[in-house]
């Protein structure tokens, strides 16, 4: 379709102001091909979503450039000529011919193609102007994010040999840390990272960023353990003291849990109680060797030591504890069912059975069993359920009657 002929002011405004996006399109492109993003891109040794990504930017600016040229020709030509009609047909008709990917296919006599595909569609110079516009602004923006992922990974990166850098200065380090490791590690994720920082800096957490992660935790860990040990060997002797006073609380507890264990034994038959550990005994036995671990500079072992002479002192101080309440709770078991015989008695007397003879000797029983040392417990408790079994049995006969 021919469009209406341009006055020779309409086509120096239309020319104008094509002229006005090629300048800013010119400016973009160079933009794009001095991008630190694009530059990344260009590289060799790249994987995964970087790779894909590398090479749709690498087709995406071959399409680019090609158009931007042809509308650089289009342009010149439309700039050269005089010829109302031309300028016209330049600056208001399809003349750039696309193929099916975007490239600009050149038309020679006849319409035939000499371009490397078939004609898909045709375009006006201002429509390739206004899609090549939209186009660099998305791809600026494209190179930015990637440009954004290598700067996150090299950062990421320099974090975690930083971490390294400071435990290999060390000088406790030597001998307590496996440096040689962590280098192999970091260098084989390093690799990996920044042949692939696209993926690393996706949402989605990546195989390489949980490397990464575990690697940045195990530094930490390691150098919060050389700060312990540095701790350690200006102030174990205090240490050893702290440990030796809850070792004695552990000796403590045992004591107690064997002096209830001994009147349990007395007074309550077949008890069933597990044996009272010696833990403070090998507890002291472990710290008394402490001092030839500090003497042999030894500290990691030493810390490794001493943070588990206090773990096991605080669970072995618990465990007596527990035995020493389970031993005080069969007493107390005892007492309260003591106490419900004699509620059971006097509700018995309340309700006119104080003599019967069937309770009272279901009471004796009962009595005879929880009074006499060592008591044999189910027995008492058997015997006391029964009494209480017997009242409510003789309550209920004589409120219906029957």
Same mark, same amino acid.
């Given at each position: 379709m021919t469009a209406p002929q341009l006055t020779r002011d309409e086509s120096k405004q239309a020319l104008a102001v094509l002229s006005a996006a090629y300048d800013r399109i010119a400016t973009a492109m160079f933009g794009l091909d001095s991008h630190a993003g694009l530059r990344f891109l260009r590289g060799s040794g790249l994987a995964g979503a970087t790779a894909q990504v590398a090479e749709h930017v690498k087709v995406l600016m071959s399409q680019l450039w090609a158009q931007f040229s042809a509308l650089s020709q289009h342009l010149e030509r439309a700039r050269a000529t005089d010829d109302l009609p031309e300028l016209t047909r330049l600056l208001r008709e399809p003349v750039v011919a696309l193929d099916g990917d975007g490239f600009p296919v050149d038309l020679t006599g006849g319409g035939a193609t000499a371009g490397a595909g078939a004609v898909a569609r045709t375009v006006t110079l201002t429509g390739l102007a206004q899609s090549l516009e939209t186009t660099t602004t998305e791809l600026a923006d494209l190179l930015t994010e990637v440009d954004t992922a290598v700067s996150t990974v090299a950062n990421r990166l320099a974090e975690v040999s930083d971490a390294l850098g400071k435990l290999r200065a060390d000088p406790a380090t030597a001998g307590e840390v496996d440096l040689d490791q962590f280098e192999t590690t970091l260098a084989e994720l390093r690799d990996l990272a920044l042949a692939d920082p696209v993926e690393l800096a996706r949402p989605d957490t990546s195989p390489t960023e949980q490397r990464l992660d575990r690697l940045a935790a195990d530094l930490t860990a390691a150098a919060e353990r050389q700060a312990r040990i540095a701790e350690l060997r200006d102030h174990h002797p205090q240490r050893i003291a702290e440990l030796t006073e809850a070792v004695d609380r552990v000796a403590a507890a045992e004591q107690a849990a064997t002096e209830s264990y001994r009147v349990v034994r007395e007074k309550i038959a077949d008890p069933g109680l597990p044996a009272v550990p010696a833990a403070a005994a090998?507890?002291?036995?472990?710290?008394?060797?402490?001092?030839?671990? /500090?003497? /042999?500079?030894?500290?990691?072992?030493? /810390?490794? $030591?001493l943070a588990a002479i206090g773990t096991a002192a605080g669970e072995a101080r618990a465990y007596a504890e527990r035995l020493r309440r389970a031993a005080d709770g069969l007493l107390d078991r005892r007492t309260e069912l003591r106490g419900r015989l004699s509620a059971y008695r006097a509700k018995a007397a309340r309700s006119g059975f104080g003599e019967h003879? $069937?309770?009272?000797?279901?009471?004796?029983? !009962?009595?005879?069993?929880?009074?006499?040392?060592?008591?044999?417990?189910?027995?008492?408790?058997? /015997?006391?359920?029964?009494?209480?079994?017997?009242? !409510?049995?003789?309550?209920?006969?004589?409120?219906?009657?029957?």
């Open positions: 090998d507890l002291r036995r472990r710290l008394a060797s402490a001092d030839a671990l /500090a003497r /042999a500079d030894r500290w990691g072992r030493l /810390a490794d $030591e003879p $069937e309770l009272s000797e279901r009471h004796r029983e !009962a009595y005879d069993l929880l009074y006499t040392s060592p008591c044999d417990l189910p027995a008492a408790t058997r /015997a006391v359920f029964r009494y209480q079994q017997t009242l !409510a049995n003789l309550i209920d006969r004589e409120e219906t009657g029957s």
